[in-house]
């Protein structure tokens, strides 16, 4: 019933930015918690961050912590994903993920998954 859409992907070099968005569409009308996960070739899927309904709790993988930025515009249904800084190491498909219950850092936790936006950052 919940649709998810990504955009903003694409190619940057090490040290640039990118502003990822997802927009939840469908049958939205409770509240939810929403999430970004990325997974390189061969590589398993792995957290990246995480924001709470009122946007009151954020987590943060450590390898992207000081560097990425989460938000959300309810009245949008929208999640934002702020990449500053991106390393090599960043490149993957970058998934957006909604949860309706609470804020969470494990994939499993989460009910519904965007198609992915391919992020590369070259060096």
């Known amino acids: 019933q919940v649709q998810l859409v990504e955009s903003g992907g694409g190619l940057v070099q090490a040290g640039g930015s990118l502003r990822l968005s997802c927009a939840a569409s469908?049958?939205?009308?409770?509240?939810?918690?929403m999430g970004w996960f990325r997974q390189a070739p061969g590589k398993e899927r792995e957290f990246v961050a995480a924001i709470s309904w009122s946007g009151g709790i954020t987590y943060y993988a450590d390898s992207v912590k000081g560097r990425f930025t989460i938000s959300r515009d309810n009245a949008k249904n929208t999640v934002y994903l702020q990449m500053n800084s991106l390393k090599p190491e960043d490149t993957a498909v970058y998934y957006c993920?909604?949860?309706?219950?609470?804020?969470?850092?494990?994939?499993?936790?989460?009910?519904?998954w965007g198609q992915g936006t391919q992020v590369t950052v070259s060096s």
């Open positions: 469908g049958r939205t009308f409770s509240s939810y918690a």
């Open positions: 993920a909604l949860s309706w219950g609470w804020v969470a850092t494990s994939a499993s936790k989460y009910d519904y």
